[in-house]
Every structure is written in structure tokens, then in C-alpha cells.
């Protein structure tokens, strides 16, 4: 069973900059392999959407809304994940979920709490 810790959400003006971390309890990236971490979010009354991925060769998938403002990277040696979210808006608003996919079987944080005031 996959543990997954994240850190670094809060409270931001819009413009600002936040940046997660998510730790893995176990070795999760390898190029040999298909596996996978990102991070999703979801507002409140609102489904949880993908934000961006990133694979153990370094391929990154990112959301249209973010693309651009959001940078999400990887120590695949430490089996953590970041997400550097730059140029917040308002409706960045929302808990933010760590992921990792492994061996077919998905694997979820606690969330971390992101706010964006106006």
C-alpha cells in the first residue's frame, strides 16, 4: 500500500506563487516502467479534474487551465513529486490531490488545502 504526504498548500493573493511536495512511501518512478505521479484538485461542489502528471521518463500532461502557470516535477530518487503553481487566480481555488499510479493501481493523498483571494 502506497502512502502518499503532501505539503505546502495555504493561502495566496492572486499572482502569487505556492509550491506542493508529495513523498511516496515507496519507490514509485522507473523509465522501465509505466508509473506515474501527479497532482488532481477539486473545488467545492465540483468534480476532481486532473492538474498535471509526469511520468519516470520525465513526460508531463498538464490541464489546459494550468499550462503555462503550473510546473510539476519529480525526484524519482526521493519518490517525490512538486508542483510549482505560479500566476494564481481566484479559481485555482480548491483541495489539491497527490497521486500515483503503480503497477495499475491508483493511490491517493489526504489533499492539501489551496487558496487563491481576489
Known amino acids: 500500500q502506497v502512502q502518499l504526504v503532501e505539503s505546502g498548500g495555504g493561502l495566496v493573493q492572486a499572482g502569487g506563487s505556492l509550491r506542493l511536495s508529495c513523498k511516496a512511501s515507496?519507490?514509485?518512478?522507473?523509465?522501465?516502467?509505466?508509473?506515474?505521479m501527479g497532482w488532481y484538485r477539486q473545488a467545492p461542489g465540483q468534480q476532481r479534474e486532473l492538474v498535471a502528471t509526469?511520468?519516470?521518463?520525465?513526460?508531463?500532461n498538464y490541464a489546459d487551465s494550468v499550462q503555462g502557470r503550473f510546473a510539476i516535477s519529480r525526484d524519482s530518487d526521493k519518490s517525490t513529486v512538486y508542483l510549482q503553481l505560479n500566476s494564481l487566480k481566484p479559481e485555482d481555488t480548491a483541495v489539491y490531490y497527490c497521486?500515483?499510479?503503480?503497477?495499475?493501481?491508483?493511490?491517493w493523498g489526504q489533499g492539501t488545502q489551496v487558496t487563491v483571494s481576489s
Open positions: 515507496e519507490r514509485i518512478f522507473s523509465i522501465f516502467s509505466m508509473n506515474t
Open positions: 497521486n500515483a499510479n503503480k503497477v495499475g493501481r491508483a493511490y
Open positions: 509526469i511520468s519516470g521518463r520525465g513526460t508531463t
